[in-house]
């Protein structure tokens, strides 16, 4: 508890925000100012008045929130905090991707590099996938990437036959598809629900499909009372919150030393390394000026799109 009083007091002092996704540890969850997925992330990083943003998330999450606020101070906890997505999608290899595709429109996964990002039209996440793709008319021609399971599943519902990157996710790629269906058998009445970075097969057996944000907002409205929940477990935390009443069951993968699937970079994420680099403003995220205009572009584009597709 004087961890966390120690960190607000150090955010309020600082003129700081403390952003964080609902993949990391619940006792980070619960001191955070905003709490969302990527969508909502970039949306509060763009609109904040603070001085210097903590981002409890990941790399690719810390450098959109400083391309989108270049002047303020953008701290990540651990520098460590990767992502195996945009590590599947290095900048050279998908410049020449690009080139060996032209007249394409290269739609890009928030999930990425900055570098990435500057190589590309406009910026999706799961959340806002849908309208982004379906924004452009039906016959252009569109790269989409890095993630091959987010773009499949995005095709199949568009009728769109975007080529795309062949790169994934660990934590969604791994979900065991034998053992959620015993837990199924186990659990007849549940439902099951799934993010669109899983697998074709996991997908297909799932009731609801939506980004993680949609996934909790479905779990709160639906009547069902028993879930099975085929993402990162972190946001589990927020679903027992809302709906105390009912039971969540995290999907297994397919390590057999554990029933959940847990991203290994988020869990980085911790109260003393908050509190460290808030206390010594270290592990600043940068930024290089040039692929931050370039990338600039691409996310205040997407931005634009989910602030019209909201209101439509």
């Known amino acids: 508890m004087e961890i966390k009083k120690e960190i607000r007091e150090l955010l309020r002092n600082k003129n700081a ?13 619960d001191i955070a100012d905003f709490l969302g997925d990527s969508l909502a992330l970039s949306q509060a990083a763009a609109e904040t008045n603070a001085d210097i943003i903590v981002f409890a ?31 599947s999608c290095q900048d050279g290899d998908f410049e020449n991707f690009v080139k060996e595709n032209p007249e394409h429109v290269v739609i890009s996964y928030v999930n990425t590099t900055a570098r990435v990002k500057a190589l590309s039209d ?18 252009q021609k569109i790269i989409f990437g890095p993630d091959r399971n987010l773009g499949d599943y995005i095709n199949k519902i568009t009728g769109r036959s975007m080529k795309l990157w062949n790169g994934a996710c660990h934590v969604h790629q791994e979900f065991s598809l034998e053992k959620i269906l015993k837990l199924k ?32 907002e479905f779990s709160v409205k639906d009547d069902s009372q028993i879930f099975i929940v085929a993402t990162e477990s972190g946001i589990l935390h927020q679903m027992k919150k809302e ?32 509190y460290n680099c808030l ?32 209101n439509d």
Do not use: W
Not at 63 to 86: F, Q, Y
Not at 123 to 138: G, L, M, Q, W, Y
Not at 205 to 210: A, K, L, R, V
Not at 249 to 271: F, Q, R, T, V, W
């Open 243 to 274: 709906s105390p009443l009912k039971l969540f069951i995290p999907a297994p993968g397919e390590n057999d030393s554990c029933d959940c699937n847990d991203c290994k970079y988020m869990k980085l994420n911790s109260l003393k390394k908050i």
């Open 185 to 216: 058998n186990e659990n007849l009445t549940a439902k099951i629900l799934a993010h669109p970075e899983c697998s074709k097969p996991i997908l297909t057996i799932s009731d609801f499909i939506g980004s993680t944000s949609a996934l909790l």
């Open 279 to 310: 206390l010594h403003e270290s592990n600043q995220i940068f930024v290089e000026t040039e692929i931050a205009k370039k990338a600039l572009m691409p996310i205040q584009r997407m931005l634009e799109i989910s602030k019209f597709t909201k």
């Open 17 to 29: 925000i403390l952003l964080a996704h609902y993949y990391v540890d619940a006792e980070v969850q």
């Open 57 to 87: 998330g990941v790399h690719f999450m810390a450098e959109t929130a400083k391309i989108l606020c270049p002047n303020k101070k953008v701290l990540l906890p651990d520098l460590d905090a990767g992502c195996s997505l945009a590590d």
């Open 122 to 139: 406009v910026i999706c996440t799961s959340s806002n996938a849908k309208d982004i793709v379906e924004s452009f008319p039906e016959n």
